[in-house]
Structure formats: C-alpha cells, structure tokens
C-alpha cells in the first residue's frame, strides 16, 4: 500500500503553516524564528508570507550520559545562553547534575560556532515586545522544543506562537502552558517519526541553510 503523507516537502509545510497563521491577527513587531536545520525552509515560507527577516533559534540538547537522545536538558542561544533543565527526567534519568554542568561547556562552544556559520555577524532580534513566531518542521517528544520556549519567554515576547505542521495532541497539549498559541495543521494518531509525514524530508545542509536564509533576508528591489 502506497504510504499517505501530510505534505509533499517542507516548503508546501510552510505555506500551510503561513495559511493558518493570518487567522491569528499577528501584531508587529513579528519576529519568526526557525531551528534549524530542518525548521528553517518551513519558517522561510512564513516569513516570506509576512514579510519579515527570517531568524534563527539555536539550540542545543543535552542527553543523558547513557542515552544522549534522552534530553535532560537545553542550551539556548543567547547572551549569556539559556541552560534549561528538564527536572523531571534529570531525576527519572538519574542523571547528576555535574554531568549537565561538564556538557554545557561543548554546547555553548557548538552554539558559538552555529551562529558563526549561520549568521555571520549578524545581531540577535530584539524579542521583548514583539510577537514571536516558533517554526520548526515537526515535533516528537517536545523536550528540546520545551526548552527553547521557556528561554524564549525569559526575554519577555508580547506574544509566543509555536508553528509546526505536524506533531501527536499529546505533545502538543504539555507545550501549551510554555505559549500563547499553538498552529498545527496535523496531528495524526497515532503519531510515527516526523519524517514520515513529508514525501521528500531529507536532511538539509549547512550550505542549504545558508542560501536560504540569503535568499529570504535579500534586500528587496526598489519599486520601478
């Protein structure tokens, strides 16, 4: 049997995600923010939708020694960085809290060298008082997401917004104490890994990332 998917990429991802966002009346200033790698073409769509610089949320996991997909923690890009701990599964995990304070070190130093890569001198968005728009390519488990939104709200936004084309109720429904608003156009049960949900999900490039990102914060043309 031929597998059904949601959507055919994640550019056709973005522009239904830029659909269900006009019905949020979303006041300036707007601040989209993508993580990439995967989130950044669907976030692209959205900005282009409304007209606005595409941005970056740098974040990096911390797992548990034993199982480093397990994230007992967070660090987000800022100044200084965020380090956001998931107190519930430290301690599920048995994971001691130096094991977070030796990895956090690695993480900032792999943020520093993203944001080099990827925004080249370029400033971070000023959040307090904008309203700020999450964009990523889908979510599982939500723990890292999770993390990424309690930072974000530490720098005081108007108005938090996560947008992912596609992730289980059950995620989204812990994550909604972290926002003000959730767009999710799909949400199947039962709920498989992201990819998935996308005919074409291959893993994007630094060099993808990058041409992106020019082509979405090119100056624009003068009217003739």
């Known amino acids: 049997m031929k597998r ?25 200033p707007l601040v989209v923010l993508a993580l990439p790698r995967g989130g950044v073409p669907v976030a692209a769509q959205v900005a282009r939708a409304f007209d606005v610089p595409l941005e970056l949320l740098l974040v990096r996991k911390i ?9 007992v923690a967070a660090v987000v890009d800022g100044t200084p960085p965020d380090l956001v701990v998931d ?27 993203r944001r080099s ?3 080249r001198g370029r400033p971070a968005p000023e959040l307090r008082g904008a309203t700020v728009v999450v964009v990523d390519d889908g979510i599982a488990t939500g723990t890292t997401m999770r ?4 930072a974000l709200r530490r720098r005081r936004p108007a108005r938090l917004i996560l947008a992912v084309p ?11 104490c972290e926002v003000d608003d959730i767009v999710c156009p799909q949400t199947p049960a039962p709920f498989h890994a992201i990819g998935l949900h996308y005919a074409d999900f291959h893993q994007l490039s630094d060099d993808e990332v990058l041409q992106i990102l020019d082509a979405v914060n ?3 043309e003068p009217p003739a």
């Open 218 to 220: 090119a100056p624009h």
């Open 4 to 28: 059904r998917v949601a959507f055919t990429d994640r550019d056709e991802a973005g522009r239904a995600l830029a659909v269900a966002l006009r019905g949020l009346a979303l006041q300036p």
């Open 166 to 176: 596609v992730a289980p109720a059950e995620t989204l429904a812990r994550l909604r």
């Open 117 to 119: 890569a990827y925004l």
């Open 63 to 71: 797992g548990a020694p034993w199982q480093r997909e397990l994230a």
């Open 147 to 150: 993390a990424a939104l309690v």
């Open 87 to 113: 107190d519930e599964t430290l301690a599920a995990s048995g994971t001691a809290r130096a094991w977070i304070d030796s990895q956090y070190a690695v993480e900032v130093r792999e943020l520093e060298r």
